[in-house]
């Protein structure tokens, strides 16, 4: 029996065997000059180690031989380093010309006692435009692609080769792309973008944007770009994206609530959702598409958290004035939630038929104002839900552990423990409190502890003594 004639998955699974024992015995390293040499100047040159090759070039190495067998092999082969396709600049813009770009033949250019040769120019976007070129003139090739990533490209020049390569791949479910595609894109341009009922064609399953400050010459170009927000128009499509996700702070057009709105009325089916690491989307941007979405959605991350630390921005106020505890509390396909909320209170903890899972994390400036009670009471109140939630998870056999976020202290219900600074209140006590502290793991930057800030160390505290000092007036909530 040919070795052809093997039934696909076995031969998938001999050719990637082969794949990784190559790339674990090839060239993983790639050379540079210690300086790059100018003209009408003897300065002596070493070369060095670089650093390492990139995981899609060690994959092509991988797989040079496997591509020249027959055209099976080679249809496998670049279906293996075409899957995912990452895009980045070009650092440093330049190359030593005389290290040869066939890497199978470092081992002869490591005999040179004495290394020459000069740097030459590297056009940053060089990678990209041929990956535009590539996919342009050969479809079955862009018809391998699944992963999309493109990393460090915010011009309007590079914005246009990554729109051109995302219609190229017919197949692509997962997508991460700078914002600024929201910002230059057309409507015409998203619709191909999302993909929903086009013949032929997979609808994206995954998208994230990813924003950043961008230099001032790249931010004032895209301050005038005078593109409509391509979110209005109805053709564009999000029903069958399954998860979002948006990263990240920038100052100029940012992504923002009223992009979410947009997107939300037609985001119906989202199974994740994850917005991280910056403040210009609020807890009503995030709600309108938890609700579009409320009968799918398993994954919520709202983390306004930016380099801050535990002290985030503000999760934004709520102009309607619903009860949002109610409303995550009843989200029927919750698994995983971490959240930042203007307020929270008891009922957040109230339905035992939540399927929730794993670290809750609730990050609360404050405490609802929808039962009476003191502040302290409204918190005794929160945290006693928490546990009795715990407690009857555990019973169903489902593992839940609570960390609340609040009033500058990390709150641990099932361990009835409170981290954070006391110091102040100690003094407001006239030393009387607290009669039992130990040191915490814990600090303002979360799990993680210090990062090395100017910061005083934690104390961990029992619940019942902190809510004795609230109720003394030493913590103030
Ligand atoms: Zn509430």
Redo the contacts with the bound molecule.
Sequence with gaps: MHISDLPHEILSDILLRATKANEAEGESYTYGLTQAPLPLQTSKLSKYVRGPLTGESLRWDATNAIRQVCNQWHDWALGYNLEHVLERTWRGSERWAELTVRRRKYSIYELIDKPSGYAVYRDPYGSLKSTDRLFASLPSAASHVRRLWFNGLYAAETDKLILSIIANCTQLQYLSVPWTILRRATAQEWVDLLNVGTAGRTPLHSLELNAVCLSKDQATALELDTTSNPLKDPRVDFSSLKRLKIFGNTLHKPVCDTDLKLIARTATKLECLDITNLSTITVAGMLALVKASSETLQVLEHSPRSDDGFYHPHPGRLETGE????LLANLPQMRDLSIS?P??????FSNHEVKWAGELQVRATD??N?KKGTEGEKLQA?LSAARTLMAAKRRMHHELSTEVFFAGCIFEPEKRLVHGDFAIAELRSGGRWPLDAQSSTLGPYGQSGTYGKDEGLWDAISEEEYLHAVGKGWVAL
């Design positions: 009860h949002i505890c109610e909320v307020s929270m209170c008891a009922e957040l405490l609802c929808c929160a």
